[in-house]
């Protein structure tokens, strides 16, 4: 199933928001910066949702543009979105070592 347009905006809107990663996130990290004596903190908590909103669309928005561009090339030959994919699972598999090894000490 191919989906494009504003179906596909609409599915990651929905999954996004459905994300409950990103509840866990707000609740466990941003009250660590949020100071209520220099004023509202509620105030303060949107101004940096706002912030994380506007950093993840531009990265989630680099990352789009950027598969949009690599499409072509990577729809030419089998063996190129295998080389691609083999790149991206040693990649996991490195930080989930480096993840290990940090958390380790």
Not at 12 to 20: A, D, E, Q, R, S
Not at 87 to 104: I, K
């Given at each position: 199933v191919r989906i494009v347009g504003r179906e596909a905006a609409w599915r990651?809107?929905?999954?996004?928001?459905?994300?409950?990663k990103a509840g866990v996130f707000f609740v466990a990290v941003l009250p660590q910066f949020v100071e209520?004596?220099?004023?509202?903190?509620?105030?303060?908590?949107?101004?940096?949702?706002?912030?994380?909103?506007l950093v993840a669309t531009a990265a989630h928005g680099f990352i789009v543009a950027a598969a949009g561009a690599l499409r072509p090339w990577l729809a030419r030959r089998a063996d190129q979105r295998r080389t691609l994919q083999r790149?991206?699972?040693?990649?996991?598999?490195?930080?989930?070592?480096?993840?290990?090894?940090?958390?380790?000490r």
């Open positions: 990651g809107f929905v999954v996004n928001i459905l994300n409950p209520p004596e220099r004023g509202d903190p509620l105030r303060q908590s949107l101004a940096l949702v706002a912030i994380y909103v790149g991206f699972a040693l990649m996991r598999a490195g930080v989930a070592v480096w993840l290990l090894v940090a958390t380790s």
